[in-house]
């Protein structure tokens, strides 16, 4: 259940019997032959399955996040981790002031990582409050996945290759991990990574992808029971 199909006498309703909101965090930027909303699609698609489940609210998604690596990829866009921070924090406000008490965010993208420093801050500030985080690639559970099928977790690899990511062919086989050293510049990111693939297998079975979106899945619910 999404905000937008929701008009604000919907919402209202919704508050007299919930308080669980769902606000989703990503962003634009290259994943090589995958949707450059990437970032964006997944969490909201882990999103709609939890909400389906749990009848849990989903907010609109803050689909702009912090890549400024990216950025010689075309269609790759970033914001500055300050107004990021902003953005986030007056959306969490906002919500907690029409009675949004347990907001569980679905982070979608490494480079908004910044931001949790502000949710400390705003679990201090704002009475009541109750904040989880979830960031669905750092998942232990999806390490074990990915060692069980011997696959190497890499950025728009494998693991990012939904159906619903997928907006070309995708190669076949696997590319060599890139390793780098230091923070890099757009250009040293481009030079490096060539394709955008940070390496591992372009892509896996259907059967892997199902498991994959399930592990997340359930760790969702584990976390909206809060």
């Known amino acids: 259940m999404r905000i937008e199909d929701l008009n604000w006498m919907d919402v209202e309703a919704y508050l007299k019997q919930d308080d669980r909101l769902i606000l989703v965090l990503g962003t634009i930027e290259q ?3 995958l949707s450059l909303a990437t970032d964006v699609r997944i969490p909201m698609a882990l999103a709609d399955a939890a909400s389906q489940k749990t009848g ?3 907010a609109p998604p803050v689909n702009y996040g912090v890549s400024p690596y990216f950025l010689t990829y075309p269609g790759s866009f970033t914001i500055g981790v300050v107004t990021f921070i902003h953005v986030v924090s007056d959306i969490i406000k906002s919500a907690y002031t029409q009675g949004f008490k347990r907001i569980l965010i679905l982070n979608g993208h490494g480079g908004n990582d910044a931001v949790r420093a502000r949710l400390y801050e705003l679990a201090n500030e704002l009475p009541g ?3 989880s985080w979830y960031a669905w690639w750092t998942s232990d559970a999806v390490e074990v996945l990915a060692q069980k099928y011997k696959l190497s977790r890499q950025h728009a690899s494998w693991m990012e290759a939904f159906p619903f990511t997928k907006v ?3 190669p076949q086989g696997e590319k060599p991990d890139v390793h780098i050293k230091g923070l890099q510049s757009a250009e040293e990111s481009r030079a490096a990574y060539g394709d955008g693939v940070f390496g591992g297998q372009y892509q896996a079975s259907p059967e892997v992808m199902e498991e994959l979106f399930a592990t997340c899945l359930t760790e969702i619910l584990y976390l909206l029971d809060f």
Do not use: S
Request: no cysteine; net charge neutral; glycine share 8%.
């Open 129 to 131: 409050i109750k904040l």
């Open 31 to 33: 994943h090589g032959y």
């Open 56 to 58: 849990v609210l989903v």
């Open 168 to 170: 070309a062919d995708l």
